[in-house]
Each structure stands twice: as structure tokens, then as C-alpha cells.
């Protein structure tokens, strides 16, 4: 085990398996170029390491050159890909094969095909070391790979976490035997909202709320935003299979988090089984349930302070709040149950200064 920064990673690719890895794709890409000189243009950073041993691996002449590309700010994405530096300009006429360290999402396939298209180039392919296809949107073919991988968060050999770890000679997985997966509960003006926020910065967990999730999909007009927007036209509930996949989603976009806090989801016991599964399909699981207690005449009171200024109806008329009461006590009910069963269920007084609730949380979390 290894640490970088506050995190711990283990090991998962020895150096031999990806020297191993890198002369078959040589062998496989000097069988259709060995009559040419091919153009070998290297992605930087990441793949520094590995177009040292491609070239060393590959026997035939070739050119070599890179470009830079970088659509990382620390932790995550930031979703825009920038080009640092450009391709040499004497391309016209030649046969381009990109060497990526590492395909997930395609956004970097993206730009490296977009700066390609506007060049003389004879053709271009693209080989990539290690290949996250569970990830990738399949919009551009990937024509050599030397490993297919999960996607888990992985550094070593030229790949980093916030700049350390790239000279390793191996390859690291983040460790996820620490990650702390919650799902959290409480009735409306409870403080869900407030404690996530505290709880996601101080275990770097990601706080998913179902809400969130169908706002952003619905609105970016994603496929599955797509989806669940046409059976809410029709005034239909949303299928599970739905939601649950949105979270797949939102878990897989961020590899780099210690763990996740779903809010909103699961409301029933077939929910909570398919998370589970999800979860076990990445060797993952729900560490606790904590549901956040508190006498329904308190929040009655703070929901109606509440809506002086949020402008929300809901929040504005007592029998409506009470309802959203009935209706999460309805559907928490069968869920307390269902996490009881696996020992997980946890119950928490809500009432309180914000600092002494987050305190009572904590010391569950903890002792997980």
C-alpha cells in the first residue's frame, strides 16, 4: 500500500503485465505499419512512460511527437479540455497513431480527433494503453489497446493523482476498502441538505440527491433525462431501472471520491436491493443508513419560518407539510426494516445546534 497526498492506493498492475501489454500492441501495430513511417504522437502528461517503451518496443522506423491536453483541476474534470500544446505542423501525407495513456469518458478522444480532423494527415488511429470501456461513450473506434480495465481511480506509470505518483513503475489502485457509502434520511426540514454539506467535506465523500441528478439530466437533456422526462409528461412515475441508472452514473463520474452519500434514493426495498447490487458490481456497498429524527411540530414550525424566504408553496402551508410528513413516514417505514436486517439503520436526534448534530453524526460514521 501506498499513500499520495491524503489517500491510500494498493497495488493492481505489476510492471511486467504492462511491458507485457505494450509489445503486443507493437507487434500488432508494426504488422499493418512496417512498410511506412508512421507518426507516433504522444499525449502528454500521462503518457510520457508509456511512448518510452512503445518506441523501444516497436522495431520498425517511425517519427515521433506529442501534444498536451489537460481537462483536469486537482480531483475531477472540469469537463473542458485544453490544449496545451499542438501538433507538429509537418503531418501532411503521414500515417497518425495517437498514444493515449488512458481512455474513460472519450473528452480528451474528442479534442485529440477534432485537432487531427483539420490536419493533411493520411489517416489517424488512436492506441491507448489502458482502456476503461465500461466508461467509454463509444463515439470514436479505439483501434489498439493494451489492457481493458475498470474504472476504478488508478495512478502510476505516467498517471497521477493532483501531480504524484507518476514516476511509479507499477500501477495503483485507489483503495476502496475505506470508502464510506451512506444513504441518508430525514423528514422534510430535518437538515438532510445541510448535513451533507458538512459530512461530504470532511470524509471527501460526494453527495448525491436524487433531485439534483433528474434536474441535471432533464435539463442537459441527456438520454436518460430524455427518458424520464417522457414519462413524467404523461404523469407516470419514473422506473427504477431509470434512477438507479442516473446514480450509476453520477458514481462513475467520480472515481476519485471516498465514498458517496445517496439522499432521495433508495425510497423502497426493490430500490434499495438494486443499489445494493450496483454497489456490489464495484465492489462497493452501503456502510449505513442514518436517518435524522425529530418531533414533527418542530419542523412544522421551522418549514414555515422556512418558506418567508424560499418562496416555496410546500414550505407555506401546514397541511402540506404534514403530508410530505405522511408520506415519508409511509415510505421510510419498510426501508428502516430492510437496513435493519443488515445491522445498518442508524436514528439521530436532528434537533439541535447544526455543529452538535454533525458531532452525533460523526461519531457514527466513525466507528464504521
Known amino acids: 500500500m501506498i499513500k499520495l497526498h491524503d489517500k491510500y492506493f494498493k497495488p493492481y498492475l505489476r510492471e511486467e503485465q504492462i511491458l507485457e501489454a505494450i509489445d503486443k500492441m507493437a507487434a500488432e501495430i508494426a504488422e499493418d505499419y512496417k512498410d511506412e513511417i508512421p507518426l507516433f504522437v504522444g499525449v502528454l502528461n500521462g503518457a510520457f512512460m508509456f511512448v518510452s ?3 523501444k518496443a516497436y522495431q520498425y522506423p517511425c517519427e515521433v511527437s506529442f501534444v498536451r491536453l489537460s481537462s483536469y483541476q486537482g480531483l475531477t474534470s472540469t469537463g473542458i479540455v485544453e490544449t496545451l500544446l499542438d501538433v507538429t505542423e509537418e503531418i501532411e501525407g503521414k500515417s497518425v497513431i495517437i498514444l493515449e495513456d488512458v481512455v474513460d469518458t472519450g473528452r ?7 485537432l487531427f480532423s483539420q490536419t493533411n494527415a493520411k489517416e489517424f488511429k488512436i ?3 489502458f482502456y476503461k470501456s465500461d466508461m467509454y461513450n463509444g ?3 479505439i483501434d489498439y489497446v493494451g489492457l481493458d480495465i475498470p474504472n476504478n481511480f488508478i495512478v502510476g506509470y505516467g498517471l497521477d493523482y493532483n501531480e504524484q505518483g507518476r514516476n511509479l513503475r507499477e500501477v495503483y489502485q485507489l483503495n476502496q476498502a475505506d470508502m464510506i457509502n451512506l444513504v441518508l434520511f430525514g423528514k422534510p426540514g430535518a437538515g438532510k441538505g445541510t448535513q451533507a454539506e458538512f ?3 470532511k470524509y471527501n465523500l460526494k453527495h448525491i440527491s436524487t433531485g439534483d441528478v433528474f434536474r441535471y439530466n432533464i435539463k442537459n437533456g441527456t438520454e436518460l433525462g430524455k427518458l424520464a422526462k417522457s414519462y413524467i409528461d404523461k404523469g407516470d412515475l419514473v422506473p427504477d431501472e431509470v434512477t438507479i441508472n442516473m446514480l450509476k452514473n453520477e458514481v462513475e463520474k467520480n472515481p476519485e471520491a471516498a465514498g458517496f452519500i445517496f439522499d432521495g434514493f433508495p425510497r423502497t426495498d426493490a430500490q434499495a436491493e438494486a443499489l445494493d447490487n450496483f454497489l456490489e458490481s ?3 456497498k452501503i456502510n449505513a443508513t442514518i436517518a435524522l429524527e425529530a418531533e414533527e411540530d418542530i419542523l412544522v414550525a421551522r418549514l414555515l419560518e422556512r418558506g418567508k424566504s424560499s418562496g416555496r408553496s410546500d414550505d407555506q402551508d401546514e397541511s402540506k407539510i404534514r403530508n410530505r410528513f405522511d408520506e415519508y413516514n409511509q415510505k421510510t417505514a419498510p426501508l428502516k426494516a430492510f437496513y435493519e436486517k443488515q445491522g445498518k439503520f442508524h436514528s439521530v436526534n436532528g434537533i439541535g445546534e447544526i455543529n452538535e448534530v ?3 453524526l460523526c461519531a457514527i460514521i466513525d466507528t464504521l
Not at 108 to 114: F, G, I, N, R, S
Open 53 to 55: 517503451d512503445f518506441l
Open 108 to 114: 480528451t478522444l474528442k479534442q485529440l480527433v477534432h
Open 127 to 129: 492506441a491507448t494503453l
Open 139 to 141: 463515439e470514436y473506434p
Open 199 to 201: 459530512l461530504k467535506e
Open 282 to 284: 464495484k465492489d462497493m
Open 358 to 360: 454533525t458531532a452525533r
